[in-house]
């Protein structure tokens, strides 16, 4: 099933790198996937960045600075949490797509969110700056996260009120859309900032995504694009 996805973040220099992926299963992850993953944290466990590194970390957090948001504090890019889980010792490993999405941005130092494309009961998303007003529950105790000017994947829903309705976000995703253990479809989504890094370097990225995802589940199988500004692709 193809999905459309607008980059409509209203910036020169904030990329998306875009999978969807079939017949994937939300298990324990293969062996493959949590070697690396380990790998990955020892090596972060240091604390340090090659100059390339933290031009790519500081410019993940410069991509959220839009309006009256700020990416300080608690909103600074989930990528910086799992960095840091990993220099504390306390680096979570969730299931097998889960730990893929933390791997690759443990090891690209860019945000990545991940939703469960039957739960978004649409095939059409759009990203965008979230509104005034606008938020959403991230957890099971009901916290929510503003929006305001945050950048956001929206599931297009024609004749429902709103018809856009905030999923993810580079700091943290949607309760509403989150995977289950009965997820077999999802898409997932790259926050790349183009100020210091290439076209070439997403690509990568997004593949190495792709190829960890694909190892969760004998039937798993999907495809990428890149949504670079202003542009509209299907995948």
């Known amino acids: 099933m193809t999905i459309t996805i607008h980059n409509r973040i209203p910036r020169d220099d904030v990329a998306l790198g ?11 992850a293969p062996q493959a996937l949590a070697d690396e993953l380990e790998l990955w944290i020892d090596h972060r466990g ?6 390339e590194e933290e031009a790519v970390r500081k410019g993940s957090r410069d991509m959220l600075r839009n309006g009256v948001y700020k990416p300080t504090g608690r909103g600074k890019p989930a990528s910086e949490y799992l960095a840091r889980a990993a220099n504390e ?53 009901g916290q929510e996260l503003d929006l305001q000017d945050l950048v956001c994947g929206c599931g297009l829903l024609p004749g429902e009120e709103p018809p856009s309705r905030p999923m993810v976000t580079p700091i943290k995703d949607s309760l509403a859309t989150k995977l289950r253990p009965e997820t077999t479809r999802l898409a997932g989504c790259l926050y790349y900032p183009l100020t210091v890094g290439s076209r070439e370097a997403l690509e990568q990225a997004s593949a190495e995504f792709l190829r960890w995802l694909t ?15 202003h542009e509209t692709v299907e995948l």
């Open 18 to 28: 875009l999978v969807r992926i079939e017949g994937i299963e939300v298990g324990p």
């Open 46 to 51: 240091g604390g340090t960045l090659t100059d």
């Open 89 to 141: 010792g306390n680096f979570p490993r969730i299931n097998g797509p889960v730990d893929a999405n933390n791997l690759v941005s443990l090891k690209h130092c860019v945000p990545i969110s991940v939703w469960d494309l039957d739960l978004a009961r649409t095939g059409e998303f759009e990203f965008r700056l979230g509104n005034a007003g606008e938020r959403y529950v991230f957890n099971p105790t």
């Open 215 to 229: 190892l969760c589940g004998p039937r798993a199988s999907g495809t990428l694009a890149l949504g670079l500004p």
